[in-house]
């Protein structure tokens, strides 16, 4: 049983953390939400009124934030950052979704302290975060790969090594990438069938058991009615919000421009969820993308 420290208790972040008490470990928890932390509190967690609080006794910090300013500004702040709190031999997990760039110098200040980390961003969404099945992609050397392994696997299902740190964040953002294609491809696909005259349910039967098959047709059909218990057919609520895949998008073309990588498809999924969002769908689940495709 670990003494874990557990900052940023969002969507992702708060039943993660409960997966982690499930599990028996002590946790203690901040956030800016006062109702997030009693959600947690009402789990058995320990409240903290700052990070710094919640990190003091901690043996693993884990962070789970919406952006690369706010993991720098919570390790590295000239004031409040944990970089100067926290004891020597700590491992420092970081879940967020962020540039490589920001996690490598984040990275590089923590390991200079004598303090473990490893990037680890998520794949699976709320309900993997709910169930305890997340992906994890992780990077950060060998031996930190090994101490943050246990308490990955108390929640999620696949714990991937991706390489040095940095490296967690690239893997993620790639697959997210081919993510937003995919689930623009499979809606102008369906669409087409549809404007044709074919039902959509056959028409995904048919691409499933063909070379058209894809993660999007066998888990999250994008079209409403095909698939139960998706976003979908509950009017795209819950899932996967089309802001949060536009940010990812941001942070591949940011990569792909700094490594002069082709990314034609990429860029083109980057404004199509950019123009899904600026029409006021920002907050619905990514998969409603198949309204652009969709006669109304």
């Given at each position: 049983?670990?003494?874990?420290?557990?900052?940023?208790?969002?969507?992702?972040?708060?039943?993660?953390?409960?997966?982690?008490?499930?599990?028996?470990?002590?946790?203690?928890?901040?956030?800016?939400?006062?109702?997030?932390?009693?959600?947690?509190?009402?789990?058995?967690?320990?409240?903290?009124?700052?990070?710094?609080?919640?990190?003091?006794?901690?043996?693993?910090v884990i962070s789970m934030l919406p952006a690369g300013k706010h993991v720098?500004?919570?390790?590295?702040?000239?004031?409040?950052?944990?970089?100067?709190?926290?004891?020597?031999?700590?491992?420092?997990?970081?879940?967020?979704?962020?540039?490589?760039?920001?996690?490598?110098?984040?990275?590089?200040?923590?390991?200079?302290?004598g303090i473990y980390f490893a990037d680890a961003p998520v794949s699976g969404?709320?309900?993997?975060?709910?169930?305890?099945?997340?992906t994890f992609i992780v990077g950060g050397e060998q031996a930190v790969f090994?101490?943050?392994?246990?308490?990955?696997?108390?929640?999620?299902?696949?714990?991937?090594?991706?390489?040095?740190?940095?490296?967690?964040?690239?893997?993620?953002?790639?697959?997210?990438?081919?993510?937003?294609?995919?689930?623009?491809?499979?809606?102008?696909?369906?669409?087409?069938?549809?404007?044709?005259?074919?039902?959509?349910?056959?028409?995904?039967?048919?691409?499933?058991?063909?070379?058209?098959?894809?993660?999007?047709?066998?888990?999250?059909?994008?079209?409403?009615?095909?698939?139960?218990?998706?976003?979908?057919?509950?009017?795209?609520?819950?899932?996967?919000?089309?802001?949060?895949?536009?940010?990812?998008?941001?942070?591949?073309?940011?990569?792909?421009?700094?490594?002069?990588?082709?990314?034609?498809?990429?860029?083109?999924?980057?404004?199509?969820?950019?123009?899904?969002?600026?029409?006021?769908?920002?907050?619905?689940?990514?998969?409603?993308?198949?309204?652009?495709?969709?006669?109304?």
């Amino acid at each position: 049983m670990a003494n874990i420290a557990f900052i940023g208790l969002g969507n992702m972040g708060g039943p993660m953390a409960s997966n982690l008490l499930t599990a028996q470990h002590q946790v203690t928890v901040f956030d800016l939400s006062a109702a997030a932390v009693n959600t947690l509190v009402e789990r058995g967690a320990t409240a903290a009124n700052s990070a710094a609080e919640a990190a003091q006794s901690a043996e693993i910090v884990i962070s789970m934030l919406p952006a690369g300013k706010h993991v720098e500004s919570l390790y590295l702040d000239d004031k409040t950052g944990l970089v100067d709190h926290l004891p020597k031999g700590t491992l420092v997990i970081d879940s967020s979704t962020i540039d490589a760039a920001t996690a490598q110098r984040v990275g590089k200040a923590l390991e200079s302290k004598g303090i473990y980390f490893a990037d680890a961003p998520v794949s699976g969404g709320v309900g993997g975060a709910t169930a305890g099945t997340l992906t994890f992609i992780v990077g950060g050397e060998q031996a930190v790969f090994e101490k943050a392994k246990p308490i990955l696997e108390c929640m999620g299902k696949n714990i991937f090594h991706a390489g040095d740190v940095g490296a967690g964040q690239v893997a993620k953002i790639c697959n997210n990438m081919l993510l937003a294609v995919l689930m623009a491809g499979t809606s102008e696909a369906l669409q087409l069938a549809i404007d044709n005259g074919l039902d959509p349910k056959v028409m995904s039967d048919i691409m499933l058991q063909s070379s058209g098959r894809n993660w999007t047709l066998e888990l999250y059909n994008p079209c409403p009615g095909v698939m139960p218990n998706v976003p979908s057919s509950n009017q795209y609520q819950g899932g996967f919000m089309v802001d949060l895949m536009r940010k990812d998008l941001g942070l591949a073309m940011d990569t792909a421009l700094k490594s002069q990588s082709a990314t034609p498809m990429g860029a083109l999924s980057q404004s199509l969820f950019a123009m899904h969002s600026k029409s006021g769908n920002g907050n619905r689940d990514f998969s409603s993308i198949f309204e652009m495709f969709s006669k109304h």
